[in-house]
């Protein structure tokens, strides 16, 4: 054992990481070979460039009918699309192509929300777009000047477009960059041409994104994880509704742990039990039981008063064990806590106190329900912190010197009774009384 120097120092001094621990007792299971915690620390990285899904992409589902279909978009909101057939819309890979129809009716605005990315994100789309629409719809005004739409994601500006005056040949590779105000957010394409055959317009194909994701955000305390979100489809709804979808059978909804969001980390070190103060003349040895332990936490209790994650009998703790499960080489730990017994050698005028620094895993991902409806799937983001079985608990045993107010008590006389007679009066009696 080490012990501090004895200057004139206050034990809160000497209580700070900077001074060498006078002992450190590992806890918990350690992660098998070194490279521990290299791997902890890479997670601090930023998460690199990303493929964003982008559903029905190719608006090539669902299939179309004989004639063409006119009523349905797989993944997109809209009120009544239009898509031309691969061998009307003339695009050069082969593609179908959607109709931003004039607005002269109502607003014919399609959209999407981008799954997977997070507020904060920069966010890239590209697209091909041409004057078009069914046969000899456009007049040669409307394709002279062009065809106006918007694009917009949630949190970047609207961005306006034109397809190109004159022309009825593809664009390829028009691009859109935003930066997400939201998680998954709303991707809007809007005709704003309000003249003119309806049947002629911008049509938009072949739709693609990345992302480069925000930085992980390590500052966010266990104890005030962000607020649950879910969807269904491209629709807002409650985390109750989402957390009882998912736990209504076995197999309704898989967790899928987003793996550059979820980390393992030291907490802030915090006394285990009392101190021991040393006001004898000498060295003191004795033996000190440490009992120390944690708790995990989620985002779901937390902020919406759902207790399913921690209930062994329900379905969404059975979903995100089993999708922690492929993620690591131990399983989650709801609780945790160990019981030491350690020898502790108090120098005289010393204190000595333990000190821990719990190690903890945060798991981030989402529920998704199995359904291959992309507009009936629902999704609910989820966040846990619990204790960590990648990363060892940190106890450590410390000695230094005592406080001001610490010494004065030491220097106090030792309490006694008054004597009641003169101490040369002859004594009363050889027994204690009472």
Not at 104 to 126: E, F
Not at 250 to 263: H, P
Not at 290 to 297: E, L, N, S, V
Request: charged content about 25%.
């Amino acid at each position: 054992m080490t012990r501090t120097d004895r200057p004139d120092r206050h034990r809160e001094q000497a209580r700070t990481p900077h001074i060498a621990a006078a002992f450190a007792l590992l806890t918990g299971a350690l992660l098998a070979g070194p490279a521990a915690l290299p791997q902890a620390a890479a997670a601090a990285d930023a998460p690199g460039p990303r493929t964003v899904p982008v559903i029905n992409g190719d608006l090539a589902a669902p299939a179309f009918t004989a004639t063409g279909s006119g009523d349905k978009l797989a993944g997109w909101t809209v009120q009544y699309p239009y898509r031309l057939l691969p061998k009307d819309a003339g695009h050069p890979d082969g593609l179908p192509a959607l109709l931003l129809r004039n607005k002269r009716a109502a607003d014919q605005s399609v959209s999407q929300r981008l799954r997977g990315v997070r507020t904060g994100a920069k966010v890239t789309v590209t697209f091909d777009d041409r004057t078009g629409g069914t046969k000899s719809a456009c007049s040669k005004d409307q394709t002279a000047k062009g065809q106006p739409y918007t694009l917009q994601g949630s949190g970047g500006a609207k961005q306006n477009f034109t397809t190109t005056p004159g022309s009825t040949d593809w664009h390829r590779g028009r691009s859109y960059t935003f930066t997400a105000g939201e998680n998954e957010p709303l991707l809007t394409f809007a005709s704003v041409q309000t003249t003119g055959s309806w049947e002629c317009g911008p049509l938009i194909a072949k739709l693609r994104a990345d992302q480069v994701p925000p930085p992980v955000d390590k500052t966010v305390s266990k104890n005030r994880l962000p607020a649950p979100e879910a969807f269904e489809g491209n629709k807002r709804i409650t985390a109750q509704a989402a957390a009882d979808h998912c736990a209504a059978a076995r197999n309704n909804c898989a967790f899928t742990v987003d793996k550059a969001y979820s980390y393992t980390y030291y907490d802030k070190a915090r006394v285990v039990g009392e101190a021991y103060l040393n006001c004898t003349r000498n060295s003191v040895q004795h033996d000190r039981t440490i009992t120390f332990g944690g708790r995990a936490y989620d985002n779901l209790s937390q902020s919406a008063g759902i207790a399913r994650l921690s209930n062994p009998q329900d379905n969404l703790h059975q979903q995100f064990g089993t999708g922690f499960a492929t993620t690591s080489a131990e399983p989650w730990r709801w609780t945790t806590s160990s019981n030491r017994t350690v020898r502790e050698t108090v120098e005289a005028g010393e204190a000595a106190w333990v000190e821990a620094q719990a190690g903890r895993q945060r798991t981030d991902g989402w529920f998704t329900s199995t359904t291959d409806d992309p507009d009936k799937q629902v999704r609910l983001h989820v966040v846990a912190d619990g204790p960590s079985p990648l990363v060892p608990d940190r106890v450590y045993q410390r000695t230094g010197p005592r406080a001001p107010g610490e010494r004065e008590r030491c220097r106090s006389e030792r309490p006694t009774a008054s004597t009641p007679v003169d101490e040369s009066a002859p004594a009363a009696a050889t027994d204690r009384e009472g």
